[in-house]
């Protein structure tokens, strides 16, 4: 019976390993996302890293956190700041900015109310047509 050679203390043992194998596949999922996210490293260096972090992964990753660790928050802060303003973007898009038929229905307004001229009037249209 294997359950019965089964004690607290081999639980706790494999909880430790499986906790430890869990921060490593997430060690190695954050340096290759760096890795390949990195646009101004070429590709050999990439499949260097890639090889070496297969052969010797241990070594090979404490390596990789010593060399490149400022790089990668840098290139996570970059990364997080075009995917914030793409996000405002998308917000202003579809949610408070105005299409370019609104703005022009707008300019009309102003213009039969007298407030714009006739040169103001196609100055601003031809701004939001360009």
Do not use: C, N
Not at 16 to 39: A, K, N, Q, T
Not at 54 to 60: A, D, G, H, Q, S
Not at 68 to 94: I, N, P, T
């Amino acid at each position: 019976m294997v359950f019965a050679e089964f004690t607290f203390g081999h639980g706790i043992l494999t909880l430790v390993e499986i906790f430890f194998f869990m921060i490593w596949v997430w060690l190695l999922i954050v340096i290759l996302s760096d890795l390949f996210s990195d646009h101004e490293m070429s590709g050999g260096y990439k499949a260097l890293w890639v090889l070496f972090l297969f052969v010797i992964p241990f070594l090979t990753a404490f390596i990789y956190l010593i060399t490149r660790g400022d790089g990668m928050r840098g290139r996570a802060l970059k990364h997080q700041d075009e995917a914030r303003k793409s996000f405002d973007a998308y917000v202003q898009d579809v949610a408070g900015g105005s299409s370019t038929t609104d703005e022009l229905a707008k300019l009309s307004s102003l213009k039969d109310k007298g407030v714009l001229s006739d040169a103001e009037f196609e100055q601003a249209k031809g701004k939001l047509l360009a």
